[in-house]
């Protein structure tokens, strides 16, 4: 570049104004080239210094745009192998390295040490890029969900007595919802039906109503009509900021009028509770002992801030929780040895119909069988964040991968739950297989399980969830004896905020 510069200042008799910019722009190029160059320099030298080796890079075709890995991965998603994909990479290019996507270069881990680092280090960590985008349109900036920082530990502080012992131990916020979708279910034995469809109506019922007092109803006869506009505009709205956040940073920002529509009316409907539950506060009958918004409106907060914080709940809970009672029929609809067992379980002559918190959280097959399945069929099967500065991770340096790493500060990193859910040296060489009896091993995991992640940000309705599933899959188990997979072909996840089972999850039943 310098050398054209001269030739061109040399061999120029008519400069113009025009040519001028030329130069100076050149000059700026060369300029900027050798400034990155040496910050380059520097940056390798403080690497060096700290012990830190060189990360592997995928072997991109294209290294400018990354486009070769990008249409890879589209195709991967669209085909709902993406996971698939992330494992082939981190057992060719190493469990740490380099790719680039659309321009910019993500650092993809799957070291355990890394995550664990990431998770607990959450101010030099926090979520940043399309884990924040995704989910920005709906919740906006101060859900506990999108922030970090003050505006983070307020909202946690603010959410955390919600989910106290006393109020996951309640069972009969689930009860009439889990009715509902016994009762929805086919009465024709060996009829096909879609048991995630009903899940994800169910888990939206007991989360209206235990937020808001409130349920959707959509598992009865008679639902709303607002319910069912309110349910097909979460779904829109989550499907949808999920695609953007995709597009990157600046195609995020372009107007998508559908969407805005859809986000206005599901703010409205939550709007409405607010504004009815503050009105009846000192009137209201109570069905129940405890309602999350209830509680929320005592700390008087604005009622954007709310809604915020009611979506975002939703959003973490709702397909979470269906996702992962679906994975559970999933895989017992393909061992009927484990549906045997666990119907001896939850069938034993000292339990009735209404078992206690403490009854169910001691049924040991029961709990196996839920942790089993949320191994191989997280719903939260990647994650991500991004460097608030230059900082260090322990492993992926070096020929070995060994070697601690230095991160340029924004640089954004994800991995895969999924992969370190699979890890043969962590689970043994059958660790692809459902087999809840691994767990009455003397298996101990730490950061290697990691369904609910880790650290201060760890799910605020893990004892939730749990109950919830435990609790359906108690009540399905005593009414129904057996479950049949009636579709076949290898595990598939769409990979969206949550993962799913792209066509859902056709089963058929016998009752007991
Ligand atoms: C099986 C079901 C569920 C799974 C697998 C799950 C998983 C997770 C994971 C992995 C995170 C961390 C996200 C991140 O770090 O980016 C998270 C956060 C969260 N989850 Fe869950 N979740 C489930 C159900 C629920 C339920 C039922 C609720 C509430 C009713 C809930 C509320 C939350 C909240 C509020 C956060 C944000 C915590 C924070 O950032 O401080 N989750 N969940």
Redesign the pocket.
Known sequence: LQRACSHFIINSSHVTASSYLVLLALAAIAVQLNLSLVRKYLFYRRARALGCGTVAVYPHKDPILGLDSFSEGLRAFNSHRLLDMYAKRFASCGTTHYTNTLGSWVLMTNEVENVKTI?TRIDDWP?AGP?QLAVLAVLGPDS??TSNGAA?HK??VM?RPA?VRDQVADLACFDRHIANLLAAIPADDGKTFDMQALLLDMTMDA?TD??MGYSTNTLTTAPSPEALQFVQDFEYASRESAKKSRLGQVLFMLPHRELTEAVRRLREYVRFYIKKTAAEAETKEKERGYVFLDELLKANPPEDYAVDQIL??LI???D??A??ITAAFYFLARHPAAVERLRCEVCAPDLDDHPTWEQLKRLKYLNNVIKEA?RLF???ST?SRAASKETVLPRGGGPSGKQPILVPKGTPVRWS?HGLHRNKEIYGPDADEFRPERWESDLRVGWEY????GG???????Q???T??AYTLFKFFRAFRAIEARDSGPLLAQTNLTASFPYGCLVSVTRA
């Open positions: 998770l979520i884990r506990i969900f983070w909202a946690r959410m989910f989360s235990f937020l975002s709940i973490a809970g709702r979470t929780t996702s992962a949320l997280s719903p939260v994650n739950v990691l369904p609910f992640s201060p940000r760890i799910c605020l309705g893990q939730f969830a749990l919830q599933i």
